[in-house]
């Protein structure tokens, strides 16, 4: 089955500064490429998602990159704020999440330092 | 929209009772994820369905586990016995189509 690894676990950056989580992938026939955010107590929201047949997506401050050759996929956070603290979880999909469930990374913990 | 809901929101039992937890998806959705999140294992996916019909239910951990659709707005995870390594946070995600799931709010299980 497929095994999702997410580094690093834990990540604290000045305020305004950017953010950088990196996950790797192990199944070839995964295409569909989601990121999470989870507030303390509440359930993980979409916050971008990316398919195999781009290489990056874009959404105001928020960015995701995917090589499928190397099958490694990241997240890229510009111009961090304090309400982006919260822990971010990568996961992959076969078939984009609808047919099969979504294999998680282990998350990562975003510490935004005023 | 409401959203997904889910009941309890918290839940204390002692080791060897009855647990259910229940889930109401977002209308519409014809797929039910049932996940379970841990520190040490963090979020796996435990069981799905598709139009009501169970799909995969590889990740449900014992026999003491069991989830059911009665109908497109409602299922239900029960854990029977409980043991305290059950002691979890259980999400239930739904989606329509293949596109982005959708989570709800989660049950915090505390098993004494």
């Known amino acids: 089955g497929e095994n999702v690894e997410q580094h690093p676990s834990t990540l604290s950056v000045q305020e305004g500064d950017s953010a950088v989580i990196k996950c790797t992938y192990s199944?070839?026939?995964?295409?569909?490429f989601p990121w999470y955010k989870q507030e303390l107590g509440k359930g993980p929201q979409l916050i971008i998602d990316?398919?195999?047949?781009?290489g990056e997506k874009k959404d105001q401050r928020i960015a995701v990159t995917l090589n499928k050759t190397a099958k490694h996929f990241s997240l890229h956070i510009t111009e961090t704020q304090p309400e982006d603290s919260a822990v971010y979880f990568c996961a992959a999909s076969r078939t984009g999440g609808g047919a099969d469930g979504l294999t998680f990374g282990k998350g990562t913990h975003l510490i935004i330092q005023p | 929209d409401a959203g997904v809901i889910q009941s309890p929101r918290h839940e204390v039992t002692e080791m060897g009772q009855e647990v259910t937890l229940r889930c109401k998806p977002i209308?519409?959705?014809?797929?039910l994820f049932w996940y379970r999140q841990t520190m040490m294992r963090g979020l796996e996916l435990l069981i799905y369905f598709n139009n009501n019909v169970p799909i995969d239910d590889s990740g449900m951990p014992e026999d003491r586990f069991s989830a059911k659709m009665p109908n497109a707005s409602f299922s239900t995870l029960k854990i029977q016995p409980s043991e305290p390594r059950d002691s979890a946070v259980y999400f239930c995600?739904?989606?329509?189509?293949?596109?982005?799931?959708?989570f709800g709010p989660g049950t915090r299980l505390t098993v004494l």
């Open positions: 209308s519409g959705h014809n797929s």
């Open positions: 995600a739904s989606t329509l189509g293949g596109n982005t799931q959708y």
């Open positions: 990316i398919r195999s047949n781009v």
């Open positions: 199944d070839s026939a995964s295409n569909y």
